[in-house]
């Protein structure tokens, strides 16, 4: 079975509230075993619109990832993630 994927780029605008956010996500996480590949750290952007903030996030499979999207505890934290960030986001399936 392939795995599904998160892939988003984020501009935070408002860093004072976004760990609002990221503590809100958890329990989605957790509840679809979420496994972060890349969450933040150091990058170099080499062609195109660029992020102050990367995200990897691996699901077992790409129906999981997208049930954790649309989950209502994922979208309760959207909520703080649109107030505080932009992003460019897509679900995506692994080879």
């Not at 984020?10 to 957790?30: G, L, M, Q, R, S």
Request: hydrophobic share 40%; with cysteine.
């Amino acid at each position: 079975m392939k795995k599904g994927y998160w892939m988003g780029m984020v501009d935070v605008t408002d860093p004072d509230n976004y760990p609002k956010y990221i503590e809100a996500n958890k329990a989605a996480f957790d509840k679809y075993g979420a496994n972060f590949l890349v969450r933040a750290g150091q990058y170099s952007n080499q062609e195109g619109p660029a992020a102050n903030r990367h995200v990897v996030i691996e699901f077992k499979d790409y129906a999981t990832a997208v049930a954790c999207f649309h989950s209502p505890e994922y979208q309760a934290a959207l909520k703080l993630r649109r107030a505080y960030a932009t992003a460019h986001f897509a679900i995506v399936e692994g080879v």
